[in-house]
């Protein structure tokens, strides 16, 4: 069975940081791409970051350049089970939401695309506030 498990959120005063995991298992094969995207209340689903697995190319929506990056805990990409981190950092009250961490098995669609990602966490709720 597969699961994306998401940990790491939490309430942060304007400013602070978080780092959220997602934890990838029961894949036999690895994807062609991990993404992280976020919902606030009333709002669509939207793209935060994404790491191409093979080649280890990163994407990062202009709300989070320079304050944001992705990662994935390890190195080998041949390695189907993994984890893939999210650091956030200087956090705002817009970044609140749920985000969600996603895997993409298709090369057909833009990583920026919610739609090519078939697989999904539960979310991590998380909050900037003072």
């Known amino acids: 069975q597969v699961h994306l498990v998401e940990s790491g959120g939490g309430l942060v005063q304007p400013g602070g940081s978080l780092r959220l995991s997602c934890d990838v298992s029961g894949f036999t094969s690895r994807p062609y791409a991990m993404g992280w995207f976020r919902q606030a209340p009333g709002k669509e689903r939207e793209f935060v970051a994404a790491?191409?697995?093979?080649?280890?190319?990163?994407?990062?929506?202009?709300?989070g350049k320079g304050r944001f990056a992705i990662s994935r805990a390890n190195v080998n990409p041949e390695a189907p089970q993994n984890t893939v981190h999210l650091q956030m950092n200087g956090l705002k009250p817009e970044d609140t939401a749920v985000y969600y961490c996603g895997r993409s098995e298709t090369a057909s669609r833009s990583i920026r695309d919610r739609n090519a990602y078939f697989y999904w966490g539960q979310g991590t709720q998380v909050t900037v506030s003072s």
């Open positions: 790491i191409v697995w093979w080649t280890g190319v990163t994407d990062l929506a202009d709300s």
